[in-house]
Nanobody
Framework: VQLQASGGGLVQPGGSLRLSCAAS????????MGWYRQAPGEQREWVAI???????KYADSVKGRFTISRDNAKNMVYLQMSSLKPDDTAVYYC?????????????WGQGTQVTVSS
């Protein structure tokens, strides 16, 4: 399975941006999908996830501002980002995983840069 993230760019504080992630391969619907980000000099951090039942969870830092969604018919996952802050500047990565017993099957996309600056 391969993931291709897109939609990053430069946006002013308070603005909005939507990231997209396209997944190749089969059985997309059974995977948990997630978005992570990594700012310069920082460790990669979890941002949001959506499971196979469309239940979502968000990091406290983005709760109320970001929305994760998925379209299983298109093998796509999205991250709608609003009220963006300079602290949201990072490379954003999409991720998918599922557990088969004790084995975790996981894939990462290549990342898309989001820069929030005036």
């Amino acid at each position: 399975v391969q993931l291709q993230a897109s939609g990053g760019g430069l946006v002013q504080p308070g603005g909005s941006l939507r990231l997209s992630c396209a997944a190749s391969g089969s059985n997309f619907a059974i995977y948990t999908m997630g978005w992570y980000r990594q700012a310069p000099g920082e460790q990669r951090e979890w941002v949001a996830i959506i499971d196979s039942g469309a239940s979502t969870k968000y990091a406290d830092s983005v709760k109320g501002r970001f929305t994760i969604s998925r379209d299983n018919a298109k093998n796509m996952v999205y991250l709608q980002m609003s009220s963006l802050k300079p602290d949201d500047t990072a490379v954003y990565y999409c991720n998918m995983y599922r557990w088969v017993g004790p084995i975790k099957y996981e894939s990462w996309g290549q990342g898309t840069q989001v820069t929030v600056s005036s």
